[in-house]
């Protein structure tokens, strides 16, 4: 494959600006859920996987995600959206762990690394998108 090919298969269409902002405000609900499991009594994925404004982030994603297609901004809806599937699916591991008397020892820790790879892909994924890169 040549460098011209590569260039060709990883031009994107620009998004529009309209978009640009929506998905900056996906990621600001998604973080502004997060945050509040710092500041709170919460665990951080607790807050990320229960606050409305996660569940209203993911929401738009699904709906909005045909609109992106094409845009780097496909790879942003694909990336929050496994970013909250991820993180479900690893809590229910962790709050199944901690129910159990080995497990607890595993389960909490569990979930607080869980918690800080959340804000890692949100950070990680706005900077990118901030960069107006694909993620």
Not at 58 to 86: A, E, P
Not at 92 to 113: H, N
Request: aromatic share 12%; glycine share 8%.
């Amino acid at each position: 494959m040549s460098v011209a090919d590569i260039d060709a298969v990883t031009q994107a269409v620009a998004p529009p600006e309209s978009m640009v902002r929506l998905t900056h405000v996906v990621y600001g609900l998604h973080a502004f859920s997060a945050v509040m499991g710092v500041l709170g009594s919460a665990f951080i994925v607790t807050a990320f996987l229960t606050g409305w404004p996660s569940i209203i982030a993911v929401i738009i994603n699904y709906v909005k995600r045909s609109d992106t297609c094409g845009t780097i901004l496909d790879s942003h809806f694909g990336w929050q959206i496994r970013t909250f599937w991820y993180a479900v699916l690893w809590a229910l591991v962790g709050v199944i762990l901690v129910y159990t008397v080995i497990g607890a020892l595993i389960g909490v820790p569990l979930l607080l690394l869980l918690g800080l790879w959340v804000l890692y892909r949100i950070a990680r994924g706005w900077i990118t998108l901030l960069n107006g890169r694909p993620i």
